[in-house]
DNA sequence: CACTTGTCCTGTCATGCCGTCAGCTTACCG
DNA sequence: CGGTAAGCTGACGGCATGACAGGACAAGTG
């Protein structure tokens, strides 16, 4: 499946060369963490590692190049996602601990990679299919999972039938996300970290079940 | 309440130099509609504007200086929001409208100023101040209204009282303002426009009153 | 061991943007 | 009409970008 490792002028990458392109990519990554995407440039990434600019430029066609591969790698490790919905009850006391462990999971797996998958987001909205398939690739995995939960549901009566069980879905993971990704100031608009799971937790069991949760 | 514009150097600015500053404004939101935020660059912006990189120096410290001055005005005109949720039942009938209402104000505001609601979300997720202080100026108009009709809820047994009304309602508005900022990527995620807004409406309903809306 | 081959890295260069300054032009006012 | 402050820009040193050719290095070959 995955190819062979070239550099931009064709050569194929040995096992020096991958190191080296490996050690850029993590520079990149601390960079992302520590200073505005806006302001990450190549000269920065190559002296971090201990290397030059034209080096990088061997490897990745520019820093754009270099945060989709980051962001690629993160979404294979991303589908790690699913396990928090696949095969879960929705039903009862099972049903609240299912969207616990869904909110734990995801806001752990965001507090974990914040850097880049804010750029994602940015690139994604600013209409760049190639991050917006990454972005889906993430979301999905959770996406179709809770969407199918949602449709099953719905057979039962127990949710309104002329509603999109996607767009249920995916709002709820796209608030999750958000919420993620704004988790660390959440103090600044007034509340406390501790107050997000369960709030989070019941609006998910909420939009997934359309009922309160029996603790 | 609003002082003097001054320049970088000191000077007051008179009607000319207003009108340049504005210009400038115009075009580095047009800018920012139609290329990456990292892509923007102050000659652009001073080409476009029709005149020199140095004048554009003259009146914003850096690009970043004048985003955060579009984005205060929006943020001022962003208060139309409070309309939305001020004063509105969330009592039977009456309550999916007003779900109904906010869904689409939200949606509208956020497409008529996408470019800059997502430099600003950007910049308060990356953890700057500046940019969080006016995210949230602009979520909270909605989002302490909505903290409101949650407590009042909860007063009447209808919510559980151990949540936090801020987290909820803080919650519900980071959906929305998520959704709304990859709604023209919806489908990307295999979900039409218009599913998108009964969903969020459902969702919201159910987040603040804890019931499915009579419709 | 010298030689070859192909990978890997860097010095260097042209280009273009950044951010600042001195200085020129324009507008206002008594 | 002269003084003063506002408004703008040309020009410059500095730095990032992106391309290339060539040197360093490791591994295999006769």
Redo the contacts with the bound molecule.
Sequence with gaps: MTGQVR???G???????????QKLLDCLSEMLSSSPYRD???????RRA??????????F???EGAVLEIADRMAADGSALTALVEGRSWAGKAGWQTAQELVDGFLEFWKKNDAILRVIDLGAAEGDKRFARIRAKILNSVNSSLADSVAELQSKGRVDKDLSPAAIAGSLVAMLAAVASHQKGASAWGVKQAELRPSLAVLVHLGITGRKPTR
Excluded at 40 to 46: G, L, N, S
């Design positions: 550099t931009v002028d050569r194929v990458a040995g096992r020096r060369g991958q190191a080296t392109r990450v440039k190549v000269i920065d990434v190559a201990g290397t030059s600019p034209a080096t990088f430029y061997q490897y066609p520019d820093v």
